[in-house]
């Protein structure tokens, strides 16, 4: 078992970057499959697919975000960590910071997403309340989150429980 102390962390003092993302107009973009290696990812606030509502043809955007951020959809709560570079849709806000990896961002969400029943379009996470809310991390001191006992609680009780499927996808893109 996983020994450690945990504290409460505001997210507007884990992440260096905390920012309204460029929309784009999904009536303005060009879908395509998501096989045509100049198709990027477009996120908006669906609650499926990570957040990617389409592959759209990479017109050379003025703002294409790269990946290894948290994107919020703030009218909708809907939280995910986005791996490889998108383009955004109305209402996202992204998440940034030099401790960020695959691991720690989906650990990240997951706490979030614990949050996301408070908020709904009548009580919207906006950019305050997000940097605002607190989520329980392991610490090594008042101040640091323990990243690594992060990523081993990741590796050892979340992975291996996951479906097989699942697991075989994650077991081959490591």
Known sequence: MIQ??????????????IYKATAYNAQD???????????????????TNNGCKDFVLNENFNQIEQGNAITIGDT??????QNEQFICGDHIVILRAPFLNEIRGIFIVALLNKERFRYNYGRSFKMDIIKKTRILLPNIDDNTPDWDTIENIVKQKIIPSLPPKSRKIWEERK
């Open 4 to 17: 450690t102390n945990w504290k409460y962390f505001e997210i507007g003092t884990l992440f260096t970057e």
């Open 29 to 47: 973009l060009i879908s395509s499959p998501a096989s045509n290696r100049d198709a990027i990812r477009y996120i908006t606030r669906t609650d």
């Open 76 to 81: 909708t709560a809907t939280i995910y960590y």
